[in-house]
């Protein structure tokens, strides 16, 4: 259990490695400012004040709206602190004109006509924030030959290679991934009777416990949302229970998102720094599975954390699912920032990670989301 499921980690986090690398070149400033002292408007780089006078300045423009004090924004102090770090940290507009190489390459296309081959660069903007991608006036790519015959269930026994365009992938078939890796999720009838069902430690929650958990506490759970859940092994399973979630997946270096469509089931194409694009107070259920680790810059975690909440309902659950971190770091750092939430702990499992000499640990807890005060 130990080997396949640090295999597994290994895998997720490699493909989330680049995201979060270019996090970290993007917050690494503001992290270790505000690790030292809270910044202080002396502290405001220049260029990020420009760039958000331009903002503004298109809003204004957009909006017809004139400042009703013109000389507010030359002055620095104005600025939230929130603002400057999302600029920094997470997705506005403006992050498209941070790189203008690429944008240019992704904006150079013949109008009306076939959009180019660039998958790579789409996921290399996104990840660098320019989230969304602007609109472009080309056709979309289908695949040559895509067969009819679509699978209707999430298990089926195999995934129709004809359905996808493999051009940008190393592998040009499903079974060429499954054999790289069998345990990526390319291979659906792999999970049909296993995933999510067992218990193989406490750090499990099988489905039927959790949505037993949910009707006992008169809570149900019917809309529900996977972060970073690769193929959608998760959504799979629910589909099963009539429960509708949505996968949030990348495509970094394998078709992810066309496996979890070919499934029946909902990719949303979002990296970790993106607000969730769901309205507030409307989910019964946000999953976290291995995407979501110390990785991550804490900073970046706690608005993460911040957003499942603006999208959960009174009474839905967070589920960090198999959370992988330092120990020590779990007490200091995660622990209290979990705790800043607020929630009640339905289950907290934290268990050792087997042969590590890091003092390295996985949680699996499930929260309950209280009314609002
Ligand atoms: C899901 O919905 C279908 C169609 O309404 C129904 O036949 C099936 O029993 C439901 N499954 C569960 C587990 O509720």
């Not at 067992?198 to 759970?221: C, F, M, N, Y």
């Not at 680790?293 to 993460?304: A, G, H, Q």
Request: charged residues 15%; glycine residues 6%; proline residues 9%.
């Amino acid at each position: 259990m130990g080997f396949t499921m640090g295999l597994n980690l290994l895998l997720l986090v490699a493909m989330v490695a680049t995201n979060i690398l270019s996090l970290y070149h993007l917050s690494s400033n503001t992290l270790h400012s505000s690790s030292t002292k809270p910044p202080t408007p002396p502290q405001v780089p220049d260029h990020l004040i420009r760039q958000l006078q331009t903002i503004r300045a298109a809003i204004n423009h957009l909006t017809r709206h004139q400042p009703s004090n013109p000389t507010s924004t030359s002055s620095s102090s104005t600025i939230p602190d929130d603002l400057l770090l999302h600029s920094r940290l997470s997705p506005i507009g403006s992050s498209c004109h941070n790189h203008p190489d690429l944008l240019h390459r992704y904006m150079n296309y013949t109008p009306f006509s076939l959009c180019p081959h660039d998958t790579d660069l789409q996921e290399t903007l996104i990840l660098h924030g320019c989230q969304p991608l602007p609109r472009r006036r080309c056709f979309s790519r289908t695949p040559p030959k895509p067969t009819s015959a679509l699978p209707l269930n999430p298990y089926p026994s195999s995934l129709p290679d004809s359905n996808l365009i493999w051009t940008h992938y190393d592998c040009k078939s499903f079974s060429c991934l499954n054999h790289q890796n069998p345990l990526l999720g390319f291979d659906p009838s792999r999970e049909s009777t296993s995933s999510f069902m067992h218990i193989r430690s406490e750090l499990d929650l099988p489905v039927p416990q959790l949505l037993q958990i949910a009707k006992a506490a008169t809570s149900p759970i019917r809309l529900g949302l996977d972060i970073g859940g690769a193929t959608g092994s998760f959504a799979a399973r629910l589909k099963l229970y009539n429960i509708t979630v949505l996968t949030t997946t990348m495509n970094l270096g394998a078709p992810y998102s066309e496996a979890a469509a070919l499934r029946g089931l909902v990719p949303l194409h979002v990296p970790l720094q993106q607000r969730l694009p769901v309205f507030d107070g409307v989910l019964d259920l946000v999953r976290c599975g291995h995407a979501v680790n110390r990785w991550i810059p804490v900073t970046m975690m706690e608005f993460l954390f911040f957003d499942v909440d603006r999208v959960l309902r009174a009474g839905g659950y967070l589920w960090l699912d198999h959370f992988f971190s330092k120990r020590s770091d779990l007490d200091k750092v995660y622990g209290p920032l979990i705790g800043k939430l607020g929630y009640k702990k339905v289950k907290w499992a934290m268990v050792d990670k087997p042969n590590s000499k890091n003092g390295e640990v996985y949680l699996t807890a499930l929260l309950q989301k209280p009314v609002s005060k």
